[in-house]
């Protein structure tokens, strides 16, 4: 076999190596997130400015019409852990009659429970639990809005009877695709968001996509189309550390610490991205509570409306949330 044989020889094997190391070899790849994640309240609280493709616009706050909720004055910390776990994932299935017979594991320790009638799906490293109902409901009833926010929260206590939630908001749809806001009387569908209060106040998962515990469609006979639990707690020890309210405090607080909460639709997102100026006129200001660091801190919770330039006729009911006592 001559030099050049053996060369040829060697390429191939070469190559055939290569590609069998490529197909069964494990592919190592970075795993990245674009979910803004809430860190250390005093150290790391993220400032709204993102890294993505459009520089964001310069946030004024008009502070002229505020409002504040403040009974308590100081608000303590709680030592807490997440709500959701395997144990409840099963007494949730109970309670709906699904069995074992109904379970499956599937991959990363996600629990789902399936039957011709529902489906119920845990997912750990989420920390959601999602449900769907697939019975046809009864058709001929008309949504009463305070008959909707009542059976919310009376299927909600069926399930997290030793949880405390409070209606969030209440919108209608005339159809499945939720694109087509409409009123109680011609609304086919209602979706109900629920926070989960925690010393009488409303927790905000640090999952900033969701900025609610609960999601929750009701048909028109008010029976379940689908509920969502994302990033609820439990909360245990009160820490010996608590923080005040101080609403001048938060007036002359950086901007860079109030971050928007409130996912806007893409073409309200668009106009927002490309925008040069926000300016957000606070209506009110209330304590909630945001897991960091494995407890449960207080914040400020800030709702009202926003403005795109002043050439852009835009205006959205948004929340944002600033640390207290920064």
């Known amino acids: ?22 197909i069964f070899l494990p592919q190592v790849t970075k795993k990245t997130t674009t979910t803004p994640i809430l860190p250390s309240v005093k150290s790391q609280f993220p400032t709204p400015h993102s890294k993505g493709t459009y520089k964001q616009p310069t946030l004024m706050i008009d502070w002229s019409q505020v409002s504040t909720i403040n009974p308590d004055d100081k608000y303590p910390l709680y030592i807490s852990s997440f709500l959701l776990s395997d144990k409840l994932a099963e007494d949730v299935a109970g309670k709906l009659g699904l069995t074992s017979q109904n379970k499956q594991t599937l991959n990363q320790n996600v629990l789902i429970w399936k039957t011709s009638e529902q489906i119920l799906l845990y997912a750990p490293k989420e920390q959601t639990l999602n449900y769907e109902n697939l019975k046809k409901p009864q058709t001929g009833n008309i949504f009463q809005s305070s008959e909707v926010g009542e059976k919310a929260l009376a299927i909600v206590e069926q399930i997290l009877p030793k949880q405390t939630f409070r209606v969030a908001s209440i919108t209608y749809f005339k159809d499945n695709l939720y694109s087509n806001p409409t009123s109680a009387e011609a609304g086919e569908i209602a979706q109900v968001y629920l926070d989960q209060l925690v010393n009488g106040y409303p927790v905000v998962p640090s999952n900033l996509t969701q900025p609610h515990t609960i999601i929750l469609y009701l048909y028109r006979d ?105």
């Open 222 to 326: 008010l029976s379940v189309k689908t509920l969502t639990i994302i990033n609820g707690y439990l909360e245990s020890n009160i820490s010996q550390n608590s923080q005040q309210f101080n609403l001048e405090e938060l007036k002359n607080l950086s901007l860079d610490f109030f971050i928007k909460i409130t996912p806007l639709k893409v073409d309200k997102q668009g106009i927002f991205d490309l925008g040069s100026v926000v300016l957000f006129t606070v209506k009110k200001v209330e304590p909630a509570y945001i897991q960091i660091n494995n407890s449960l801190s207080p914040v400020y919770l800030i709702s009202g409306n926003i403005k795109i330039d002043d050439l852009t006729p835009f205006s959205e009911n948004v929340y944002y949330v600033a640390p207290m006592n920064y």
């Open 1 to 22: 076999m001559n030099k050049k044989n053996s060369l040829y020889y060697l390429l191939g094997a070469l190559a055939i190596i290569t590609i069998v190391l490529y």
